[in-house]
């Protein structure tokens, strides 16, 4: 485990465990969170665990209801345009931001990545492709060098993500979606700001018009 994990509260690897399972929809949309499952699973208690989901609440990715628990959010197509108006505006910005920002060190960390999915992509599966296709997003908002853009940006993919993942068992062609960050990383590296938000702007389109067509 890294010395960066090493050093996080139990709250803050707790947030990140549950909000990936989440995500990923290990956790099923509408299901009941076990507090006490999840606290045994991370081997810790239950005061970590809740500190976590109540964060998660506020990133719609769970919700609390009196008496009853906590849960799941479920899937909402109908979020599909809303989530997508926030992503056309602000990940153009932000890659544009990343290839001026990016450090020498992290321009070279989104090399070996780039070289990972030029790997991995031609014959991954699903559930790979969607775990690089987050990666690289992680990435390259983190290059943004503003917290408060990247926290905004990873909560809106992480609600789009989740869109992805109810409709991949019916995509095709996902491969090719996460291929496309490979001309978007080497402009972020390259430092070509208009190019890198281009391809962004087509990518973002072109994840709402997959999922259209299958609605």
């Not at 005061?47 to 609440?57: D, S």
């Not at 090399?111 to 690289?136: M, Y």
């Not at 391809?199 to 389109?205: E, N, S």
Request: net charge negative; charged share 25%; proline share 4%.
């Amino acid at each position: 485990m890294s010395t960066q994990v090493n050093n996080l509260s139990l709250a803050e690897k707790a947030y990140l465990h549950i909000r990936d399972r989440l995500v990923m929809l290990d956790i099923k949309p509408g299901e009941p969170i076990n507090e006490e499952g999840l606290g045994a699973a991370l081997d810790m208690g239950r005061t970590p665990i809740r500190e976590a989901l109540k964060r998660l609440e506020t990133e719609r990715l769970v919700v609390a209801y009196p008496r009853r628990g906590t849960f799941a959010t479920e899937v909402n197509i109908s979020d599909l345009a809303h989530i997508s108006e926030v992503r056309r505006t602000l990940e153009p910005m932000a890659t544009a931001a990343a290839a001026e920002r990016a450090s020498a060190a992290e321009r070279e960390a989104l090399r070996v990545l780039r070289g990972q999915l030029d790997v991995a992509a031609p014959g991954g599966d699903n559930a790979d492709l969607l775990q690089a296709d987050l990666s690289v997003h992680r990435a390259v908002y983190h290059c943004v060098h503003n917290p408060f853009l990247e926290d905004t940006l990873l909560r809106y993919d992480n609600l789009a993500t989740r869109i992805w993942c109810v409709f991949v068992p019916r995509l095709r062609g996902m491969a090719g979606h996460v291929t496309e960050h490979v001309p978007l990383l080497t402009a972020i590296i390259e430092g070509e700001a208009d190019k890198a938000a281009a391809l962004t702007l087509d990518h973002v389109k072109g994840f709402e018009r997959a999922i259209r067509a299958l609605i």
